[in-house]
T-cell receptor, first 110, second 116 residues
């Protein structure tokens, strides 16, 4: 079983749509959870950390279900600039290595 | 905003040659990392470094790889004898422990290594 598993997509949605990404992780010792975005041939950039209570940052909402080992990201009112690959990332806390999912490619169409 | 920098942006080398990839982490960070991403694949952890020694390394990080922080600002990854399968994007990252808070790792722009 993959350590971090995501739907590879691709997702093609019209501008203004709501998009949901799902991710599962296999290591129950995982402590920290993140969504990164990666533009083509660029570095991963932190989009948001994911907290147990769920958290929101503007149009982006992240949820964590520790019992199910499941993480989600919701993008509302999607913009053309949201087109990227979204990476689900976990680690065992602190300074330990990040474990990346394969990523889900998103294309927002005008 | 402080950022991680990497040089060169693109390195082309012949198989069997040594390469050194360079990184300047964010100045007040304590932990440094190398990751790599083969084209079309996921980002993979190579090694982490703290207090002038390796704290963790992956199976990929074999005897052909080494890391060094030679002068307190640069952080380097050396590949002694490159193989075709070493062709990838290599990302440096840095981060710090903030007393119980979730750590965040910040990535440099990457060095694209092409082995011919």
């Amino acid at each position: 079983r993959k350590e971090v598993e995501q739907d590879p997509g691709p997702f093609n949605v019209p501008e203004g749509a709501t998009v949901a990404f799902n991710c599962t992780y296999s290591n129950s010792a995982s402590q920290s959870f993140f969504w990164y975005r990666q533009d083509c041939r660029k570095e991963p950039k932190l989009l948001m950390s994911v907290y147990s209570s769920g958290n929101e940052d503007g149009r982006f909402t992240a949820q964590l279900n520790r019992a199910s080992q499941y993480i989600s990201l919701l993008i509302r009112d999607s913009k053309l600039s949201d087109s990227a690959t979204y990476l689900c990332v976990v680690n065992q806390g602190g300074a330990q290595k990040l474990v990346f999912g394969q990523g889900t490619r998103l294309t927002i169409n005008p | 905003e402080p950022e991680v920098t990497q040089t060169p942006s693109h390195q082309v080398t012949q198989m069997g040659q040594e390469v050194i990839l360079r990184c300047v982490p964010i100045s007040n960070h304590l932990y440094f990392y190398w990751y790599r991403q083969i084209l079309g694949q996921k980002v993979e952890f190579l090694v982490s470094f703290y207090n002038n020694e390796i704290s963790e390394k992956s199976e990929i990080f074999d005897d052909q790889f080494s890391v060094e922080r030679p002068d307190g600002s640069n952080f380097t990854l050396k590949i002694r004898s490159t193989k075709l399968e070493d062709s990838a994007m290599y990302f440096c990252a840095s981060g710090w422990i903030s007393g119980g808070a979730t750590d965040t790792q910040y990535f440099g722009p990457g060095t694209r290594l092409t082995v011919l």
